[in-house]
């Protein structure tokens, strides 16, 4: 029986990355990618020359199947996703309960989670707190948001750039706009920034500097 491991990527900064995760990729014999192109430029900076095979939202139904079967032969697998801890809002969850089911061993190494370093740095409750990750785009949005006006929890979401103005909006008509919120924006990159304000405050910001790059948001629970 083989053994799937779930190895986290940096989100920006290389040096994020653990030497156990560098020694995993290079030890195992097959590393599943979201984007090997991305993925690519990782393996080269650190010298492993371990093979990839591409593994994503799009075909990873198709394959699971196929990956388990392997694994019970005996090969040892490292899941990587673009950026961060495969499976959260990524690749990964499939595989993985795919593998738990066959009763294949599975180890997620600690390492980089884009919404650990934006929540603990926004100031706001983290004792307790819900990830969301990305709202539904249109069916199901309105319905979720009314019901996280009730959350009295820090809730934390992923959003992309051109999308990040509605969501605030949005955030203002079910949540109020006085809600606090914290915007981490590039983590660990050379452009790294947090605002933090009320919903108005941070966009009325991003409406006067759009933002680019990779978002979380964070927003205070219902008091």
Known sequence: MGKLFLVPTPIGNLEDITF???KVLKEVDLILAEDTRNSGKLLKHFDI???MLSHHMH???KTVDQLVGRLQ???TFALISDAGTPAISDPGFLLTRACVEAGI???CLPGATAFVPALVNSGLPNDKFVFEGFLPVKKGRQTRLK?????NRTMIFYESPHKLLKTLSHFIEYFGADRQVSVSREITKLHEETIRG???EVLKHYTQKPPKGEIVVIVAGNK
Do not use: F, S, Y
């Open 59 to 61: 075909n990873e139904h």
């Open 198 to 200: 009320t919903a108005e």
């Open 73 to 75: 032969a005996g090969e």
């Open 105 to 107: 061993q599975v180890d």
């Open 147 to 151: 019901l996280l006006a009730e959350e």
């Open 49 to 51: 020359a371990t093979p």
């Open 20 to 22: 156990r995760a560098i």
